[in-house]
């Protein structure tokens, strides 16, 4: 090449790279402008906290109805299998202990769904408050002593 198709490409190349330059810091700025602040959770309005909570509500109160109808079912399965074995001291002993620990879980179950459910219905919703605008500054009127600002 020389030195005027140098100075040629320079001129052009100048000018294209400061345009890219622009157009890559806007477009940047604008994904940072598009993106929520991270210090700030999102709001939520009172509605959509109740209807959050009637959801989780619900959904502990069909899993309570489903363990009290399995324990409902294993029940009766415990007394099945317990006919066989009415006059046998040592298995009934043992069916006895198998069936108070089974107890013991589904009163656990139970208990931790009610505490989920209490906690679930005890919170109250978080209303953020409106944000009010600055009161408006009172213009004073220039008295006779005062002088005009600069």
Request: glycine share 4%; net charge positive.
């Given at each position: 090449m020389t030195n005027t198709s140098l100075s040629l490409a320079r001129r052009i190349a100048v000018p294209f790279l400061g345009v890219s330059l622009l157009l890559s810091a806007g477009a940047v700025m604008a994904w940072q402008q598009q993106r929520p602040p991270t210090s700030q959770p999102p709001t939520m309005s009172a509605?959509?906290?109740?209807a959050q909570?009637?959801?989780?509500?619900?959904?502990?109160m069909d899993q309570v109805q489903k363990n009290r109808?399995?324990?409902?079912?294993?029940?009766?399965?415990?007394?099945?299998?317990?006919?066989?074995?009415?006059?046998?001291?040592?298995?009934?002993?043992?069916?006895?202990?198998?069936?108070?620990?089974?107890?013991?879980?589904?009163?656990?179950?139970q208990q931790d769904l009610l505490?989920?459910?209490r906690a679930a219905s005890s919170v109250n919703p978080v209303v953020l408050p409106q944000q009010v605008p600055p009161p408006k500054q009172k213009v004073q009127p220039q008295g006779a002593g005062q002088q005009p600002a600069r």
């Amino acid at each position: 090449m020389t030195n005027t198709s140098l100075s040629l490409a320079r001129r052009i190349a100048v000018p294209f790279l400061g345009v890219s330059l622009l157009l890559s810091a806007g477009a940047v700025m604008a994904w940072q402008q598009q993106r929520p602040p991270t210090s700030q959770p999102p709001t939520m309005s009172a509605s959509a906290i109740q209807a959050q909570q009637a959801n989780q509500q619900a959904l502990l109160m069909d899993q309570v109805q489903k363990n009290r109808v399995q324990e409902e079912q294993r029940q009766r399965n415990a007394a099945a299998i317990r006919r066989p074995f009415a006059n046998d001291r040592a298995a009934t002993g043992a069916l006895d202990s198998s069936d108070q620990a089974q107890r013991d879980q589904y009163n656990a179950r139970q208990q931790d769904l009610l505490n989920r459910y209490r906690a679930a219905s005890s919170v109250n919703p978080v209303v953020l408050p409106q944000q009010v605008p600055p009161p408006k500054q009172k213009v004073q009127p220039q008295g006779a002593g005062q002088q005009p600002a600069r």
